[in-house]
């Protein structure tokens, strides 16, 4: 898609007032600060013991508390289906296998995740301080990208990780690299000029090629869905473009990647064969290995959700209910992993309702997002508008489809991407009305690319 030219700025350079305290102004500047370095990991390689991650999330609680900004958030769809969500999450804790376990996991997990939701969806008073927060994200997956290139590891599986971190898991790590592809995508629609859009395509490249090293194939499974997706949205000339363009880059990618990842790449569309002796240890085999234990946990997680479909086995317990019926079975012990299933999670661990509104979350913010691309596409007074809420879109259907192949529920990720889609939704009015006051220009029409509706939603 070729961006639109973007509106000129007021005359006054004002923007639009908005109300917002001292304590919203406060909070706003830190939760920018705090998306840039939780995206970023800078503190994961250096300097973590000055725990400012840590410090401004404290910070940005009380100024969401004293700004009343929790409110604004769970006034939009999206906060009022994590709001029961998380309500649920503690009902499941008395009856849990474990509930000192399950308590652990929603205070150090789940509730900071669910204010960060809050400060995301509340804190941000205008468009002009959504597009802030948007960039604070996108430039701190570049920072991400480069630490992985300067810090990254390959050693014991070949496949690329930080030594430390939330990122020393590949499969995380590839997620960020991903989400971070499609912000990076919404940066190039909106560059100004042909160096800006030059960087851009550098950067995703580079993003790209970082990606593949990582060896996640629920990943390849995301960036597939991804590319559908931009496909769907193209005209004819475009569909073409995007097919040669992409085949070109997969032979790129694929002519300069080592064979033991290729080889696990190639376990997504092959039957598992017979591991011959001597190969236990080959990443091809360990792959092999890998989706047969993910396809037991996925059925194991399935049976826990219809043996106790209201509440679940409590939050965080599958591994413990897992590891019990394991020795019921005359087994040592379980295999003491999670369900790589971020929706069985919520399943058996919380239950179906649990379930219900983890996924309304997601599809609020598909749908707001949506919505706001159908209604500013085409008005070059409203395109960066249009693309800040197509990038989100991208990044919420990678997030989607991504974390039916890990268990991350109860991270921030989800609260994040679905706290900018609520900001949006929430400012985007007052900005359309603003500039629509001023008469469009003439049509404008891209050369490969046509504005399609959004089929999916």
Same mark, same amino acid.
């Given at each position: 898609?070729?961006?639109?030219?973007?509106?000129?700025?007021?005359?006054?350079?004002?923007?639009?007032?908005?109300?917002?305290?001292?304590?919203?102004?406060?909070?706003?500047?830190?939760?920018?600060?705090?998306?840039?370095?939780?995206?970023?990991?800078?503190?994961? =390689?250096?300097?973590?013991?000055?725990?400012?991650?840590?410090?401004?999330?404290?910070?940005?609680?009380?100024?969401?508390?004293?700004?009343?900004?929790?409110?604004?958030?769970?006034?939009?769809?999206?906060?009022?289906?994590?709001?029961?969500f998380t309500v649920?999450?503690?009902?499941?804790?008395?009856?849990?296998?474990?509930?000192?376990?399950?308590?652990?996991?929603?205070?150090?997990?789940?509730?900071?995740?669910?204010?960060?939701?809050? +400060?995301?969806?509340?804190?941000?008073?205008?468009?002009?301080?959504?597009?802030?927060?948007?960039?604070?994200?996108?430039?701190?997956?570049?920072?991400?990208? $480069?630490?992985?290139?300067?810090?990254?590891?390959?050693?014991?599986?070949?496949?690329?990780?930080? @030594?430390?971190?939330?990122?020393?898991?590949?499969?995380?790590?590839?997620?960020?690299?991903?989400?971070?592809?499609?912000?990076?995508?919404?940066?190039?629609?909106?560059?100004?000029?042909?160096?800006?859009? /030059?960087?851009?395509?550098?950067?995703?490249? =580079?993003?790209?090629?970082?990606?593949?090293?990582?060896?996640?194939?629920?990943?390849?499974?995301?960036?597939?869905?991804?590319?559908?997706?931009?496909?769907?949205?193209?005209?004819p000339a475009g569909?073409?473009?995007?097919?040669?363009?992409?085949?070109?880059? =997969?032979?790129?990618?694929?002519?300069?990647?080592?064979?033991?990842?290729? #080889?696990?790449?190639?376990?997504?569309?092959?039957?598992?064969?017979?591991?011959?002796?001597?190969?236990?240890?080959?990443?091809?085999?360990?792959?092999?290995?890998?989706?047969?234990?993910?396809?037991?946990?996925?059925?194991?997680?399935?049976?826990?959700?219809?043996?106790?479909?209201?509440?679940?086995?409590?939050?965080?317990?599958?591994?413990?209910?897992?590891?019990?019926? +394991?020795?019921?079975?005359?087994?040592?012990?379980?295999?003491?992993?999670?369900?790589? #299933?971020?929706?069985?999670?919520?399943?058996?661990?919380?239950?179906?309702?649990?379930?219900?509104?983890?996924v309304l979350a997601? /599809?609020? +913010?598909?749908?707001?997002?949506?919505?706001?691309?159908?209604?500013?596409?085409?008005?070059?007074?409203?395109?960066?508008?249009?693309?800040?809420?197509?990038?989100? #879109?991208?990044?919420?259907?990678?997030?989607?489809?991504?974390?039916?192949?890990?268990?991350?529920?109860?991270?921030?990720?989800?609260?994040?991407?679905?706290?900018?889609?609520? +900001?949006?939704?929430?400012? $985007?009015?007052?900005?359309?009305?603003?500039?629509?006051?001023?008469?469009?220009?003439?049509?404008?029409?891209?050369?490969?690319?046509? @504005?399609?509706?959004?089929?999916?939603?």
């Open positions: 898609m070729q961006a639109l030219p973007s509106p000129a700025p007021a005359a006054d350079g004002a923007v639009p007032s908005d109300g917002a305290s001292a304590f919203q102004q406060v909070g706003f500047i830190l939760l920018v600060l705090y998306l840039f370095l939780i995206y970023s990991r800078i503190f994961d =390689v250096k300097f973590s013991f000055l725990h400012i991650p840590g410090i401004s999330y404290r910070v940005i609680f009380v100024m969401v508390i004293l700004s009343q900004a929790f409110i604004r958030a769970l006034k939009s769809e999206t906060g009022k289906a994590l709001l029961a649920w999450v503690v009902l499941a804790i008395p009856g849990s296998m474990w509930k000192g376990g399950s308590t652990g996991l929603f205070l150090t997990s789940w509730l900071p995740s669910f204010i960060i939701f809050l +400060a995301t969806a509340g804190l941000i008073a205008n468009f002009d301080q959504c597009r802030k927060a948007v960039h604070a994200v996108t430039y701190g997956f570049l920072v991400l990208t $480069v630490i992985a290139i300067l810090w990254g590891s390959t050693e014991a599986t070949g496949r690329l990780y930080l @030594p430390q971190g939330k990122f020393s898991n590949p499969n995380e790590m590839a997620q960020a690299l991903l989400l971070g592809l499609c912000l990076w995508f919404l940066m190039s629609l909106n560059a100004k000029s042909g160096m800006s859009k /030059v960087f851009c395509g550098i950067v995703m490249l =580079v993003m790209l090629f970082t990606l593949s090293k990582t060896g996640s194939r629920g990943a390849l499974v995301a960036f597939g869905a991804l590319l559908l997706s931009i496909f769907l949205r193209s005209n569909k073409m473009k995007m097919l040669i363009g992409t085949v070109m880059l =997969v032979a790129l990618i694929v002519g300069t990647m080592p064979r033991k990842l290729l #080889n696990r790449y190639r376990t997504v569309a092959e039957d598992q064969e017979e591991i011959r002796p001597g190969d236990e240890q080959s990443v091809e085999a360990i792959a092999y290995s890998s989706t047969s234990a993910r396809k037991e946990l996925l059925r194991k997680s399935i049976a826990y959700t219809f043996q106790h479909p209201l509440f679940g086995v409590g939050p965080g317990m599958f591994t413990v209910a897992e590891d019990r019926d +394991a020795r019921a079975a005359g087994r040592r012990h379980g295999s003491w992993q999670g369900t790589h #299933n971020s929706y069985t999670q919520v399943s058996s661990e919380c239950g179906i309702p649990a379930l219900i509104f983890y997601i /599809v609020f +913010a598909l749908k707001k997002t949506s919505r706001i691309y159908r209604r500013t596409r085409g008005d070059p007074r409203l395109a960066d508008i249009a693309n800040i809420a197509l990038g989100l #879109n991208y990044a919420l259907i990678v997030f989607a489809v991504s974390i039916t192949f890990d268990y991350i529920a109860f991270t921030s990720m989800l609260s994040v991407f679905a706290g900018l889609s609520a +900001a949006l939704d929430a400012t $985007v009015e007052a900005e359309i009305a603003r500039r629509t006051a001023v008469p469009a220009p003439a049509p404008f029409r891209t050369a490969g690319f046509r @504005p399609a509706m959004v089929r999916q939603f």
